[in-house]
Structures are given as C-alpha cells and as structure tokens.
C-alpha cells in the first residue's frame, strides 16, 4: 500500500505544501483586523495615551502658546501627533517576504497656513514603530496565530 495515495497522504501532501514558513507567514497577515490591532499599539498605546516613539521616548510636550492656542492640548503633556487623524488614518502595515513588516504612514503635514511639515523628520521614522513592550505582544500575538493557522492547514480546514 502506497501511503501517499491514502488519505493521510493527501493530508501530507498538502501540508508540506501550505505550512511553508512564508505562505503561513502571509496568511497570518492577510488578516486585516490583525493589522488594524498592530497600528492600534502605535496610534493609541504608544502615541495617543504616552506620546512615545519605538524606544519610548516621549517625542515633544505642548508648550504654554500652544496651550494657549489650543486648550484642548494641555502644556507639559506629550504630543499626540493627533490633530486631524490624517496621520493616524495613513498608517498601513506592509508584509514583507523576508518575514518582517514595515510600518509606514503619510508623515507629511500640511497647516492651515499651507505650510508643510515631515513628521518623521521632525520626530525620527521611529513614530511609527513598535515598543519593546509592543513588540513582545506582536511576537506573542503571531506565535498564536502561526500555530492556529498550522493547526486549521492539518485538520482540512486552512
């Protein structure tokens, strides 16, 4: 009897197939509320709640004039880079086949002057960046998702 041709072969089959480190990789990722709850840690965790870049280091505090200008943006507290929600909307997850991510975002600015303003260069590419405590959670969250995905890819339901 030829064990491929039984049903646990084609089971074999398809898994050396499909439990590919890069075709789980991506199927981990093709799950846009998986991206939507990474951009979360850095727009609402990191920058909104703390005003911290990657290496959770606050990246600016609103000033009195500033305050004065805008009541709603306290003196001495950190910037949220919140003012329109472009920046936050902008921000995108991309996958990359080496196994990694990149995030990025629009950081270009524009005020109510015309006037423009890079926020990465303004504040460091590391805005849009996870923390070290975000970062565990990523490597915790796919960990998870990885073994599922490999667990529903060997019971016929990937």
Not at 65 to 72: G, I, S, V
Not at 133 to 152: G, M, P, S, V
Request: hydrophobic fraction near 35%.
């Amino acid at each position: 009897m030829n064990l491929m041709n039984t049903e646990i072969g084609l089971v074999l089959n398809r898994a050396s197939y499909m439990l590919t480190m890069r075709s789980i990789w991506f199927s981990v990722f093709r799950d846009t509320q998986f991206k939507k709850l990474i951009l979360d840690w850095i727009r609402y965790d990191q920058l909104f709640k703390h005003g911290v870049d990657e290496d959770g280091d606050i990246i600016g505090t609103y000033s009195e004039w500033t305050e004065m200008m805008n009541p709603e943006k306290v003196a001495g507290t950190p910037y949220t880079l919140f003012d329109t929600g472009d920046f936050y909307e902008s921000m995108i997850v991309v996958v990359n086949t080496n196994a990694s991510i990149l995030i990025d975002g629009d950081p270009i600015k524009t005020d109510e002057n015309g006037e423009k303003t890079d926020l990465f260069q303004k504040f460091g590419d590391g805005i849009v960046g996870l923390t070290e405590e975000n970062r565990r959670k990523l490597a915790q969250e796919c960990i998870e998702r990885f073994n599922k995905h490999a667990i529903q890819i060997l019971r016929n339901n990937g």
